[in-house]
């Protein structure tokens, strides 16, 4: 029962399915194949209708291919997304049709985890395919949840700009939005550094849980933007830097895991307008990625340790052209990334001529 329909817009390829039989519907969407197949995790959300959820993947999509360009990978972007049906289903059921789907797309898409699926249905897909990434890891083998080295590379780009604006990490206070499996991971890491935390969730289990750990102040979902702080770094879902938001902020830095922060482009121009200095999302949050990747294109884990290190230089090229053009970071690594994704694709049309 399982259906597959194809559709290309805008030079992004559509895939939408379904199988009734598991309550499985859901869209792919392969927004780029210049650099390598359109690599990108597997959202599991209660979308509201079809068009909400092919909205998050074409923007979801688009962001992985500019992420997976700037953080130096040999892929493409691409992103899936599944409806969370309301009720009681078969989760393995579920996942092992997600995996026939992918099976049937043959490789150009591959997938991983990402909000709302872990690492064991991931394993339900593979039993299926070929085409998924982030397994649990095997010993010396990359691999695995790409949550640690998410929080990692944030973490870095957070001592990195706080550095830049003469601030020591001890001696800082952040507010962190979001505490799932990165923003948990995030307020554990800051907090060894030294800095005075201010969270949110929209669960209280997931305050609880960090509050039992370590010393934080927890303020209301709706406050956290507003916190009184040097840095904000939002950690939930996407879109929360909107024009309503920005006015509010009171930090002066922002860096977070979040994909898809910025509401619309011109909240980018806000925050510059502002004098905030806004990290891009993509550039900061690539460690999952370059431990997914790692597994596809068979790396150790030193490759990923150095790797993640990395992510400082590449957003110091970024912050150091936005402030010589006096424009938002966000408008600097959006350009990198297309100038990147253009040149591959340059190379790619140059080889099928030759051919
Ligand atoms: P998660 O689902 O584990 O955690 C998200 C948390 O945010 C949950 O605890 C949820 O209750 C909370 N939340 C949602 N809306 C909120 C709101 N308005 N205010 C306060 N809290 C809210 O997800 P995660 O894996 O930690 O990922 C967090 C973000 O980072 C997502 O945007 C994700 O796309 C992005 N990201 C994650 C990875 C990764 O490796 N997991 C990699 C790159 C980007």
Known sequence: TLRISRDEDDGQRIFRFADPSCDLAGVIVVDSLALGPATGGCRFWPYDDAAAML??????????????????????????????????????????????????????YLAAEDVGTTPADMEAVRAQTPFVFGLPADGALAGGDPSPWTALGVFLSIGHICARRGISLSD???AV?????VGA?????????????????LHAHATDRLRADIPVDVVAPEAIHAADVDLFAPCALGGGLNRTT????????????ANNQLGTGADAAL?????????????????????????YLGHDRHHVVDAVHRIPDRLADVLDRAE???????????????????RAAGAMAGNEGKR
């Open 271 to 295: 925050l510059h307008a502002r004098g905030i200095l806004y990290v891009p999302d993509f550039v900061a949050n690539a460690g999952g990625i370059i431990n997914v990747a790692a597994e």
């Open 172 to 174: 800082s206070r952040i």
């Open 324 to 342: 010589a053009a006096d424009i938002s970071p966000a408008h600097v690594a959006d350009a990198m990334a297309r100038d990147l994704i253009a």
């Open 55 to 108: 909205c998050d993947a074409r923007r979801l999509a688009r962001g992985m291919s500019y992420k997976n360009a700037m953080a130096g990978l040999p892929l493409g972007g691409g992103k899936s997304v599944i409806r969370r049906p309301e009720g009681s289903f078969d989760r393995a059921a579920l996942f092992a049709a997600f995996g026939r789907v992918l099976d049937e797309i043959g490789g150009d």
């Open 185 to 201: 991971d995030l307020c554990r890491r800051l907090h060894e550094a030294g800095a005075r935390l201010v969270v949110a969730d």
């Open 177 to 181: 939005q979001g505490l799932g499996n």
């Open 246 to 257: 920005i006015p509010e902020i009171k930090a002066r830095l922002i860096a977070g895991a």
